[in-house]
């Protein structure tokens, strides 16, 4: 299983930016795929996901600013970031939590991190 994720990049504070995220390979069921980021200094944080089922997660500090959506179609997560600020800054991580067959152990993967850059 591979995840590949795009976007990012540099904006000034207020706008928006998107992600997207798509995993391949061998896929029986995604439990949930997401982002998460990591600042300078500081821990790894969730910021949205999606479950399976159709329930998001977003944490507190996005949640009216950012939307986390699926392709039902595909194993394809976009998250939309508007109203951008200086402390969204950090590397933005796509992750998926997922069996790759039927009767596999659940799987934790992660894609190369996305630099995003909010400039005040």
């Known amino acids: 299983v591979q995840l590949q994720a795009s976007g990012g990049g540099l904006v000034q504070a207020g706008g928006s930016l998107s992600l997207s995220c798509t995993a391949s390979g061998s896929i029986f069921r995604v439990n949930a795929i997401g982002w998460y980021r990591q600042a300078p200094g500081k821990q790894r944080e969730l910021v949205a996901s999606w479950q399976y089922g159709g329930n998001t997660i977003y944490a507190d500090s996005v949640k009216g600013r950012f939307t986390i959506s699926k392709d039902n179609a595909k194993n394809l997560v976009y998250l939309q970031m508007n109203s951008l600020q200086p402390e969204d800054t950090a590397v933005y991580y796509c992750?998926?939590?997922?069996?790759?067959?039927?009767?596999?152990?659940?799987?934790?993967?992660w894609g190369q991190g996305t630099l995003v850059t909010v400039s005040s």
């Open positions: 992750n998926a939590n997922l069996y790759e067959r039927l009767r596999s152990p659940v799987g934790d993967y």
